[in-house]
């Protein structure tokens, strides 16, 4: 069973903290990504991955980064947490191949407070 | 950009009836892939079906399928025989490469006994 796994489903950090978002997957898949949802806007595109060491930004980077130095991992960091990056944020990942689909974790909702 | 638009925030069913979820997006490509994805309680968003926008039938899998209408930018679901286990937040999205995907805004869909 082909899986991506968040590291956590519930966080709770206070503003200014540093925040560390995992997720592996174990699908040998080349492109891997973050995304942020939130009700009424659905799924935003933060950063990707298609590579080792490779990113790109997505459609809403700012106050984040992200590092891949493995294939299977492929972590979000906020690098000092605010009340307005309270969401859920999904990690997903896909093979390089066109029209693949895409597997998603849970989910992590984190709260800021 | 291509945009995608999911104008029915909420929508409801009877069990064992069929329900139509609407999705338009725009694009100036002309060949393209379009999928929609179901999240239930779980949060584990779920593949339900894709469309490739060169093919002229209408993708189906099972009880689900779909209503694609290339000039009209139309890519609407039809679920039948809605059962309880199909009440969920359904996305829309369109594939923009290297797996990326543009998502509309979600539908939430209740199902009644």
């Known amino acids: 069973d082909v899986k991506v796994t968040q590291s956590s489903r519930y966080l709770v950090k206070r503003t200014g903290e540093k925040v560390f978002l995992e997720c592996v997957q174990d699908m040998d898949h080349e492109n891997m990504f973050w995304y942020r949802q939130d009700p009424g806007l659905g799924l935003r595109l933060i950063y990707f991955s298609y590579d080792v060491k490779m990113k790109e930004k997505g459609d809403i980077p700012e106050g984040y980064s992200v590092s891949r130095e493995k294939k299977e991992r492929f972590s979000l960091i906020l690098e000092s947490a605010s009340t307005n990056q309270t969401s859920m944020y999904l990690c997903?990942?896909?093979?390089?191949?066109?029209?693949?689909?895409?597997?998603f974790g849970q989910g992590t909702r984190l709260t800021v407070v | 950009a291509q945009t995608v638009t999911q104008s029915q925030p909420e929508m409801s069913v009877q069990e064992a009836e069929t329900v139509t979820l609407s999705c338009t997006y725009d694009?100036?490509?002309?060949?393209?892939?379009l999928f929609w994805y179901k999240q239930p309680p779980s949060r584990q968003m779920i593949l339900v079906i894709r469309q490739e926008a060169y093919k002229q039938q209408n993708a189906t899998e099972n009880r689900f399928s779909v209503n694609f209408q290339k000039a009209a930018k139309s890519f609407s679901l039809k679920i039948s025989d809605s059962q309880l286990g199909d009440a969920a937040m359904y996305f829309c999205?369109?594939?923009?490469?290297?797996?990326?995907?543009?998502f509309g805004q979600g539908t939430i869909l209740t199902v009644h006994p």
């Open positions: 694009t100036s490509e002309s060949d393209y892939y």
């Open positions: 997903a990942s896909s093979s390089r191949a066109e029209n693949t689909e895409a597997f």
């Open positions: 999205a369109y594939y923009v490469g290297y797996g990326k995907l543009t």
